[in-house]
T-cell receptor, first 113, second 112 residues
Framework: QQQVKQSPQSLIVQKGGISIINCAYENTAFDYFPWYQQFPGKGPALLIAIRPDVSEKKEGRFTISFNKSAKQFSLHIMDSQPGDSATYFCAASNQGGSEKLVFGKGMKLTVNP | DTEVTQTPKHLVMGMTNKKSLKCEQHMGHRAMYWYKQKAKKPPELMFVYSYEKLSINESVPSRFSPECPNSSLLNLHLHALQPEDSALYLC???????????FGPGTRLTVL
């Protein structure tokens, strides 16, 4: 029940295209869903996060869509750029309980010029 | 200042060595974390400190010893490590009641 399942494992898109990463969870107590971006040899950087009281959150080219009934959330990267090439991790946690973040397995995005 | 810093960036040590990793944040966060990350895997939680007290130890072997000297600093003391302990060691911090964790750049550890 603590798992967060992330798909696909890897994705190749052309510059200007849309990148979509999906995550699913089982634990209905999760109430915080962040996305992290990690470049090789660097630490993960918090990209955008959402709480279940909203269905969508947009920051620049990055949008999180959240479907509480389906227990799914996704990251959309619009107008993908070569500089977006990185590994993306979704995560979830229960703010009211342990602060432990449960991470998805990650997705390697390659944006071709 | 929204930065978590870690030193050193790279560390190579033998199995009999004793070394320490350091982490610092000046965001006033009262929770600090150590993670271990192997290649192509997500970060794996090792320890959590809340208000300078160890609150979570994810069954980490005793050859890893965390220390939180004050609210801004976090150390990870290493002794008698194994080659399989080679990984990227990440420090993170957050406000105690907030799950927004900020990660440092990590220390790339190689155990020979």
């Amino acid at each position: 029940q603590q798992q967060v399942k992330q798909s696909p494992q890897s994705l190749i898109v052309q510059k200007g295209g849309i990148s979509i990463i999906n995550c699913a969870y089982e634990n209905t107590a999760f109430d915080y869903f962040p996305w992290y971006q990690q470049f090789p040899g660097k630490g993960p950087a918090l990209l955008i996060a959402i709480r279940p009281d909203v269905s969508e959150k947009k920051e620049g080219r990055f949008t999180i869509s959240f479907n509480k009934s389906a227990k799914q959330f996704s990251l959309h990267i619009m107008d993908s750029q070569p500089g977006d090439s990185a590994t993306y991790f979704c995560a979830a946690s229960n703010q009211g309980g342990s602060e432990k973040l449960v991470f998805g397995k990650g997705m390697k995005l390659t944006v071709n010029p | 200042d929204t930065e978590v810093t870690q030193t050193p960036k790279h560390l190579v040590m033998g199995m009999t060595n004793k070394k320490s990793l350091k982490c610092e944040q000046h965001m006033g966060h009262r929770a600090m974390y150590w993670y271990k990350q192997k290649a192509k895997k997500p970060p794996e939680l090792m320890f959590v400190y809340s208000y300078e007290k160890l609150s979570i130890n994810e069954s980490v072997p005793s050859r890893f010893s965390p220390e939180c000297p004050n609210s801004s600093l976090l150390n990870l003391h290493l002794h008698a490590l194994q080659p399989e302990d080679s990984a990227l060691y990440l420090c993170a911090s957050s406000q105690v009641t907030h799950n927004e964790q900020f990660f440092g750049p990590g220390t790339r550890l190689t155990v020979l």
